[in-house]
């Protein structure tokens, strides 16, 4: 690629259709009016958050104990908050009832910042939302298997080990994907979103549920003020287990980079901002109070030995077939969770395509494709192509490198600080011209200097995690 394409690549200005302030069909920005509403952007939001992520708090807990794995839940949950608030300020540029629509994450960054800082956000937001990609379909595969070994183990009366492969789950997940993939846009995956954010429920309702009759049965809560003890684990092994499960809580919060995304499917009056506050606090909300039970109480019930995925951790325990709703249930939100999560990187290579090459019939033009009992699909190649191959890649990288836990650490430490705070932060600044060394400037930037710190420990935690995965590990291999 020359140095000129190099320059465009995230440099996509967006064309629009003149305004068309007093029309019903039309938005201020010539497109059709938007639909979305508090309850639509929240469940948007709620099949972000509640994806894999709360099923790896209860280990998370377990390496921090009762005092401070709550504590820094309730931290990460309130910057998530905030910040998601200065962020929805920056949905448009200028005034915010009349100001320039930002459509995406990084559109907003080019308005605001400029500059150099736009490169980096792109880079680094398409790169944690690939991540992302993998971190699902890793889950999705512990998932199918857990429902297989679960159904295998009781058929032959706990007399096989039930050992399988996870690449044909993961094969079958991409083939999925692959087909899911197709639909344009995200106004029209609303229906997944609710089917997957009820599905998320479902899958944590149970995990609780089963923590609750767990506990219960013993008697006991198990766990303690300071986390896992010195004797399971060395001194040193439990400083990285600690940074790692920062990793885990900051992934399992992480939903900033699709922010700006949802809330252009938001109709106005009132403003986007305002609508999108009150579906941040109400799915943050409902998010916390998930993870606080879903955590708590796996800690209780496992204490120390609080599996890294909750549900696989109850092993092969009766009623086995609520295991595997609850499994089924989280198959089902991550397929939705990926398409979610992968529709801002598909609509920036294909505007880019668009942009870059305007006469190619085989990136602009749609076949229409005749659906029985349904309103035509609308099939372009190069979004076929492109969409394919995506998900063809995160599918064989997920196959190499199937370390659930650590991939879910390391994604949300590398993410967390620039995507979730530092460019709302500081576009917030921009936007409201707060002046330098003021007190509130001073007081955003102490708020992105410790989150900065978290997610470098984080990191090493998680690093050191996959390392010692990959001393005994072999490509296409692992089994369970």
Known sequence: MSENNNQQVFDISIDVVPKNNGSKCFDDDGRLKRTGSVWTASAHIITAVIGSGVLSLAWAIAQLGWIAGPSVMFLFSFVSYYTSCLLSDCYRSGDPLTGKRNYTYIDAVRSILGGARVKACGLIQYLNIFG??????????????????????????????????????????????????QIPDFDQIWWLSIVAAVMSFTYSSIGLALGIVKVATTGTFRGSLTGISIGTVTETQKMWRSFQALGDIAFAYSYSVILIE?????????????????????????????????????????????????????????PFWLLDIANAAIVVHLVGAYQVFCQPIFAFVEKWAAQRWPESKLITKEFQVPVPGLPS???????????????????????????????????????????????????????KQIPKWSTRWICLQMLSIACL??????????????????????????SY
């Open 453 to 478: 710190v978290i997610s470098l420990v984080a990191a090493a935690g998680s690093i050191a995690g996959v390392m010692l995965d990959l001393k005994v590990y072999r490509p296409f291999k692992t």
């Open 262 to 318: 949802i809330q252009d499917t938001i109709k106005s009056p009132p403003s986007e901002a305002k609508t999108m506050k009150k579906a941040t606090v109400l799915s943050i909300a409902v998010t916390t109070t998930f993870y606080m039970l879903c955590g708590c109480m796996g800690y209780a019930a496992f204490g120390d030995f609080a599996p890294g995925n909750l549900l696989t951790g109850f092993g092969f325990y009766n």
């Open 377 to 431: 699909f609308k099939l372009n190649l190069f979004r076929l192509v492109w969409r394919t191959k995506f998900v063809m890649l995160t599918t064989i990288i997920s196959m190499l490198l199937p370390f659930f836990n650590d991939v879910v650490g390391l994604l949300g430490a590398l993410g967390f600080w620039p995507l979730t705070v530092y460019f709302p932060v500081e576009m917030y600044i921009a936007q």
């Open 132 to 181: 992302i990609a993998i971190g699902y379909t890793i889950a999705a595969s512990v998932s199918m298997m857990a429902i297989k070994r679960s159904n295998c183990f009781h058929e032959s009366g706990g007399k096989k080990p039930c050992h399988m492969s996870s690449n044909p789950y993961m094969i079958l997940f991409g083939v999925t994907e692959v087909l899911l993939s």
